[in-house]
């Protein structure tokens, strides 16, 4: 066993990857990650002593959630990256510590690597499994891929110029109680509750972020196919890096294409006023190795769901920000609140062939909060009616693995009068599907984003007052979730906190829970997987 990683829903035999990620990240990369976490935890002790003095911890806040985005599922694999976020955070944990009180720290605010084979020998001490005891190493690692999802979601607010103090507090205050070695099971699950908590807070927090930024989503028909001017191919989740590139190209006979989570931009109104802004290109992350080679221009990954690069577009791939991958340019962070430099991204474009099409037609979407409670009269009537029996929520993730299939035959199979709510890639599986309308209003209502579940959330409740219901449970919506990654694990946790149960979450349950921390979300949540679209669907629909 060279490294090990179960934090992905594609854990090698539905246990963990021991040799390499099925990801694609080398075990290296996976050790260093780990060291990385284990550095964050340095930082965040020794910055929580901070806090208490009353003294600024604004830089280390940014590293802690810099750094665990990073070790974000598909983020970085750049190795050279994240040697160097560990030696920053060696740095900031020496200035902090010339400020607060430092007898007794944790060995994880005092280790020092001389060098990088130094690095990756102390990396296989303190990985995942170091933990001895089952349902501790569950929760702990339960409560770190809350913490990661959540620190995703803070980092685009951030970029927004929005932030929480209190979401950084909890983040510190729950990464040091992963380092107790006395810590009981009941204070993690505690601990996991009240992440949950924030992750509602962290995606409220982004939902403000964004639609004071770029106006409420409306209703919008997306172009699927491509004009004839060479294009620039942006993927990833971040809305500022999309709004500094669209400035940027103005007038540079360059277009900009969304892909995968990157399609809900288009949904903005801001957005709608660059001319250059034409479509979206392709499907979900997991296909973009067969569509980047006929997109021909270069690609701009913005955050995570990068798929190791084939050597045939290798050379037009950039990251920024969290992501990053080993031979590809990575375009620099802002400095002095100045944006970011993509010119090199626009230079390399207008040397490409304008990308070959592969699809037509349009994707309807653009049904966050706002929009569906503008529609609530017409929902509610078309309930009473009888028009809709039932709400499907199908958030969440889309992965490579066949068994995924599972929610495209689902989605097909679903009766007339159900109606879909989806948010996240997940919705890659049957958003190009003829499912047609119920008296105008359409049976996939996308939100948006992965984040964007909050807004599914938010559209819930409001239909639970609406109906004059004293439980969210009592609502006529099934909870069938896809899940892939760590954000998928704070969308899940932040509907436990409010209150919602019975969620069907496939297509395999998390490696990373224990038989026991299982039962406890069975037993307390009515946590379920699923089975087949026939037994699921006389089960939950009919």
């Known amino acids: 066993m060279s490294m090990f990683c179960y934090q992905c829903q594609e854990a090698a035999k539905g246990t963990g990857c021991e040799i390499k990620g099925v990801c694609g990240k080398t075990s290296d990369v996976a050790n260093l990650q780990d060291l990385l976490l284990y550095t964050t935890k340095g930082v965040a002790l020794l910055s929580q002593l901070a806090d208490e003095k009353g003294i600024d911890t604004a830089v280390a806040n940014k590293y802690i959630i810099d750094s665990l985005f990073i070790t974000i599922t598909n983020a970085n694999f750049d190795r050279n990256k994240i040697v160097a976020k560990i030696k920053e955070g060696y740095a900031i944990q020496d200035g902090l510590k010339g400020q607060v009180e430092t007898k007794d720290l944790h060995d994880c605010a005092t280790f020092r690597a001389a060098d990088e084979n130094e690095m990756e020998s102390k990396a296989l001490l303190i990985g995942i499994l170091s933990i001895e005891n089952e349902d501790i190493r569950s929760l702990k690692e339960l409560l770190t891929y809350g913490l990661k999802g959540m620190a995703a979601y803070g980092e685009h607010a951030w970029n927004l110029g929005y932030e929480d103090d209190s979401i950084y507090k909890f983040a510190k205050k729950a990464l040091v109680a992963t380092l107790s070695e006395t810590i009981s099971a009941d204070e993690l699950v505690g601990l996991v509750l009240e992440c949950g908590k924030f992750g509602v807070d962290v995606m409220a927090l982004l939902d403000k972020a964004n639609t004071e930024s770029f106006g409420n989503p409306e209703i919008t028909a997306v172009n699927i196919g491509v004009g004839t001017k060479p294009g620039i191919l942006i993927s990833g989740h971040d809305l500022k890096d999309l709004e500094e ?88 962070d802002r400095v002095d609140g100045k944006a970011k430099d993509f010119s090199a991204v626009i230079e390399h474009a207008k040397k490409c062939a304008a990308p070959t099409e592969i699809e037509t037609g349009e994707i309807v979407g653009g049904f966050a909060h706002n929009q569906v409670l503008q529609l609530a009269d017409k929902v509610v009537e078309a309930v009473k009616g009888g028009a809709i029996k039932k709400f499907v929520v199908m958030a969440g993730c889309d992965g490579r693995m066949n068994d995924r299939n599972y929610y495209t035959d689902f989605a097909q199979e679903l009766p007339n009068d159900t109606v879909i709510l989806t948010a ?56 069938n979730i896809a899940w892939y990654e760590q954000k998928a694990v704070i969308v899940l946790l932040a509907l436990l906190h409010l209150g919602v149960k019975n969620i069907h979450l496939g297509p395999t349950l998390p490696a990373f829970l224990s038989p026991n921390v299982a039962n406890i979300l069975v037993e307390t949540f009515g946590i379920s997987g699923i089975s087949s679209v026939e037994e699921d669907m006389k089960n939950w629909i009919n």
């Not at 995968?260 to 979900?284: C, D, I, T, W």
């Not at 958003?431 to 008296?439: A, C, E, H, V």
């Open 424 to 479: 996240g890639c997940a919705k890659y599986r049957y958003n190009k599907l003829p499912l047609g309308d119920i008296g105008g209003i359409p049976r996939v209502l996308d939100a948006g984003q992965c984040n964007d579940s909050y807004s599914l959330a938010v559209t819930a409740l409001k239909l639970k007052e609406v109906f004059g219901l004293e439980d969210i449970n009592d609502l006529p919506i099934v909870y």
């Open 245 to 332: 590139l669209l400035e940027q190209t103005q007038g540079t006979g360059v277009d900009v294409y969304t892909h995968s989570e990157m399609l809900p931009a288009h949904y903005y109104p801001k957005f709608k006023k660059y001319e250059n802004f034409v479509g979206n290109y392709g499907s979900a992350w997991w296909k973009q190795t067969e569509e980047f080679v006929t997109f021909n221009g270069p690609i701009l990954f913005t955050t995570n769901c990068i798929v190791p690069p084939k050597a045939s577009y290798k050379d037009r791939v950039y990251t920024t920000g969290a992501s990053g991958f080993d031979g590809c340019v990575h375009i620099a």
